[in-house]
T-cell receptor, first 116, second 114 residues
């Protein structure tokens, strides 16, 4: 089955630093990738939608200058948390879908970010 | 945009009993409704899904029903087992055009007790 690889699985960083999270589709072309954030005991909240070769569309309340998304190829999207703060500590998870309108979504394994 | 509500937030059942989780959605254009099981610290796993042209779907101990008119759908787990304990999320999506986003419900913590 389709696989989405997400790295790193865990990262600890200091306040003020930036962290990059990668999401790769290993055996299919991911036309669209979605980035979610999940706080403890809460649901997955969509942060942004990225289409290959174009700018990401951010959900209301998500700062585009803080959460930089790049989707430069059909197999790779990256999320960079810039100038991270403790309140950015969360579980970040990507999902990817193929070109067909009814393509299923495949999730990465998630990244646990802790900002100290 | 789409809003998905889910109830209950927590559900405790005895092993062997049935569990039912209910969701409602707001956007009548939504036509795809998956259910996910998520264990702590892991990614959501698709367990069953239903499209709007179908009223019910079953896969072994798991079934989902959809009422388009009322805009609600439900997950039914029969003969529950301890390994069914997890957080379950419903979701809604519009399958028109490519890559439409998935909106998740608030989640249900299911605990199956021995």
């Amino acid at each position: 089955g389709a696989v989405v690889s997400q790295h790193p699985s865990r990262v600890i960083c200091k306040s003020g630093t930036s962290v990059k999270i990668e999401c790769r589709s290993l055996d299919f072309q991911a036309t669209t990738m979605f980035w979610y954030r999940q706080f403890p005991k809460q649901s997955l909240m969509l942060m942004a939608t990225s289409n290959e070769g174009s700018k990401a569309t951010y959900e209301q309340g998500v700062e585009k200058d803080k959460f930089l998304i790049n989707h430069a190829s059909l197999t790779l999207s990256t999320l960079t948390v810039t100038s991270a703060h403790p309140e950015d500590s969360s579980f970040y998870i990507c999902s990817a879908s193929g070109q067909a309108y009814n393509s299923p979504l495949h999730f990465g394994n998630g990244t646990r970010l802790t900002v100290t | 945009g789409e809003n998905v509500e889910q109830h209950p937030s927590t559900l405790s059942v005895q092993e062997g009993d049935s569990a039912v989780i209910k969701c409602t959605y707001s956007d009548s254009a939504s036509n795809y409704f998956p259910w996910y099981k998520q264990e702590l610290g892991k990614r959501p796993q698709l367990i069953i899904d239903i499209r709007s042209n179908v009223g019910e779907k079953k896969d072994q101990r798991i079934a989902v029903t959809l009422n388009k008119t009322a805009k609600h759908f439900s997950l039914h787990i029969t003969e529950t087992q301890p390994e069914d304990s997890a957080v379950y999320f419903c979701a809604a999506r519009i399958l028109t055009g490519g890559g439409n986003k998935l909106t998740f419900g608030t989640g249900t913590q299911l605990k199956v007790e021995l």
